[in-house]
């Protein structure tokens, strides 16, 4: 009984193994090509889905039909007016013939070396064929002023290419030397842009001299000001205390004035209002000039001895 249900196991067995060795799947990322003997056979496999092959003489090499990542090594390149830059750069590809793909390429480490030497040299030779100005702007759209100090900006000089510009030359021509390799670049920028750094040094230093001179305008257009704040408050303070005095003068005279004009009033009137009046006077003078502490001698024929023994 046991042998009989071998004998059924094993041509079940050959015959599932060769059914699973003749079908395989793609999923909606990848395609595929089928090698026979390391030799590709028939035309790439790119819908997903279920593709049957011969078992056990072919096999199946798999590709990302999704977009791909490059991204470039910095690199020390001089511009066309002489300035050395660091440059580091990326891009996006994608496998679109993964047959001549698997000819020319066989897998994506050697397109990555490929795509290494295509763009890095594209790259380093539109940087040489442009000055820095076209490769850090794209446009020559004028700067916003935003303070005076800021003026000089409006002579900034213009751009020839610009950056996009070239992003485009190096796109285009590595396509055009990747054009049987069965790949497109989709897209391709410069991530940085930087000086080497014994440049990079002078440039921080120039900045902070250049922002240290805005500071020092500022710094003495704010004394200035504060100065003539100061001198104006003075001036003002001067004249309020000036025109204060003056306005008290005049009140006072005034004052004074109309006080003598009473009093000259009263003494005109009659005899005993110039009596009251010279009385009055002498008391004041007398208030004004004595204390506890202070002795007077006065003759017996002095007005003040007179009011004051007529008094007591």
């Known amino acids: ?9 094993i041509p079940i067995a050959i015959v599932l193994i060769v059914a699973f060795g003749s079908v395989f799947v793609l999923s909606e990322t990848q395609q595929a090509i089928v090698t026979q003997f390391g030799k590709p056979v028939g035309e790439p496999r790119t819908a997903p889905g279920i593709h049957f092959k011969m078992p056990f003489v072919q096999k199946v090499q798999y590709f990302d039909k999704r977009f791909l990542a490059w991204d470039g090594d910095p690199n020390q390149v001089p511009t066309k007016d002489k300035k050395f830059i660091f440059v580091d750069t990326y891009a996006r590809w994608q496998i679109t013939d ?7 390429l066989r897998d994506e480490r050697s397109a990555q070396s490929r795509l290494d ?5 594209e790259t380093r030779n539109a940087i040489a064929s442009n000055e820095l100005l076209d490769i850090v702007r794209s446009t ?26 070239i992003e485009a030359a190096i796109l285009a021509k590595a396509n055009q030397r990747c054009a049987d390799l069965g790949v497109r670049i989709l897209d391709f920028r410069f991530k940085r842009v930087n000086y080497v750094e014994e440049v ?24 200035g ?33 109309e006080a003598t004009s009473i009093y000259a009033s009263a003494y005109n009137k009659s005899p005993q209002a110039r009596a009251l ?10 208030e004004k000039s004595l204390d506890a502490q202070t002795s007077i001698v006065l003759t017996t024929d002095s007005e003040l001895f007179s009011y004051l023994k007529k008094t007591y």
């Open 117 to 121: 030497d295509i763009l890095d040299g």
């Open 1 to 9: 009984m046991s042998r009989t249900y071998l004998y059924l196991l």
């Open 200 to 223: 990079r040094q002078r440039v921080y230093d120039r900045m902070i001299s250049e922002r240290n001179r805005i500071a020092d305008q500022f710094r003495s257009e704010g004394e």
């Open 277 to 286: 009046y010279t009385f009055m006077k002498s008391m004041e003078t007398l």
């Open 98 to 104: 993964p047959l001549q793909f698997f000819i020319r």
């Open 225 to 257: 000001e504060a100065r003539k704040i100061e001198g104006d408050k003075e001036r003002d303070l001067a004249e309020i205390q000036s025109t204060a005095v003056r306005d008290a003068d005049i009140i006072r005279g005034k004052a004074d004035a």
């Open 140 to 165: 020559n759209r004028a700067p916003e002023i935003s303070e005076s100090f800021m003026q000089e900006l409006e002579k900034l000089d213009s751009i020839g290419v610009g950056r996009d510009k």
